[in-house]
């Protein structure tokens, strides 16, 4: 972005006013179009009649040495002249500009801490994640909606530095007994970042004698700067968990029947064992296409040996009750 600003300070800002007051109402209409341009070309009204032979040609001269310039920077130019200009043509155009994402919120992952630890019998590969608020133009965010924001990923990274002490303190203790084998392991990663939504996804494993997975899912949706859930993304009091439950059991069957190594609890003869329904808390992510991933934890639906397992929705399975701003 600095660059880009830099190569607009390289054309003559006097002349981009020129043309902006000279621009005709059918190179206003085209105005967007010219994004799409390799380079920045823009008719000026010619002078009058009784310009000097010299004027014209210093005219001339200037005009061509712009364009040349404006032809070097290409698209990114053409982008900050529409920034720069677009406001002055008009209103609809400027609110339209400042609708672009990247002038948004702009949510960062980053890792505050690592905790590290091998023996011959214990070992420990802790990563602590912190989620940060960028700006990259003043202004642009609505107040309200910047100070949700700070309020949420506040009150996530407080949650997750918790998590953190509290794993770490667990594993110390138990290297201090010393009396088996153990580890324990923590990686975020960010799964989800679009325009309206971010997602932070944290797998912890531990191992004792045997061991067990599970995930942690934060949700930031970037419209109102609030903490999400499965159900913020469906129209207020739609029934949303019956019709993904039903597909779940749907796909479970499917893919038992296509492989006998995969087993769900599903049809199981020990009836309490087989999932009924998804919980309002649920674990979940939207994936590259939008679809909503399902996740459920080691044990929670299936055998050990089965790990972690997903269901990705359809979207035409909840089509009807999907907000339209996801």
């Given amino acids: ?119 011959e019998r214990f070992e420990a590969k802790i990563k602590e994640a912190q989620l940060v608020q960028e700006e990259v133009v003043e202004n642009d965010m609505d107040s309200a909606v910047k100070e949700q924001t700070k309020e949420s990923l506040q009150t996530i990274n407080e949650d997750i530095e918790e998590m953190t002490d509290r794993l770490i303190a667990q594993f110390e203790a138990d290297v201090e007994l010393g009396e088996s084998y153990g580890g324990v392991y923590m990686e975020p990663q960010v799964v989800t970042d679009t325009d309206t939504w971010f997602t932070i996804r944290i797998v912890v494993t531990q191992v004792a004698g045997s061991g067990s997975e599970y995930e942690y899912f934060y949700h930031i949706d970037k419209t109102t700067g609030k903490i999400a859930s499965l159900k913020d993304l469906f129209i207020d009091g739609a029934d949303y968990m019956t019709p993904i439950s039903e597909d779940i059991k749907k796909q479970m069957r499917e893919q038992m029947a296509e492989d006998e190594n995969l087993y769900y609890w599903v049809d199981d003869e020990i009836t309490e064992w087989n999932f009924q329904s998804i919980k309002e808390d649920q674990n979940f992510y939207l994936n590259e296409d939008g679809q909503i991933v399902i996740c459920f934890d080691e044990y929670e639906v299936a055998p050990g040996y089965m790990g972690l397992v997903q269901f990705t929705i359809d979207n035409s399975v909840v089509s009807d009750i999907l907000k339209t701003d996801r």
């Fill in 1 to 119: 972005m600095a660059r880009l600003y830099e190569m607009c300070n390289e054309i003559d800002s006097e002349d981009i006013l020129l043309d902006r007051e000279e621009l005709t109402d059918e190179e206003k209409a085209r105005l967007f179009s010219t994004m799409e341009a390799e380079g920045v070309i823009r008719k000026r009204q010619q002078r009058s009649s009784g310009n000097t032979e010299k004027n014209a040609k210093e005219n001339t001269k200037r005009k061509q040495k712009r364009n040349s310039k404006r032809y070097v920077a290409g698209i990114a130019v053409a982008a900050a002249l529409a920034i720069i200009i677009t406001p002055n043509v008009s209103a609809n155009a400027a609110y339209a500009m400042s609708q672009i994402p990247i002038l948004g919120n702009v949510i960062k992952m980053i890792t505050v801490r690592e905790y590290n630890y091998d023996s």
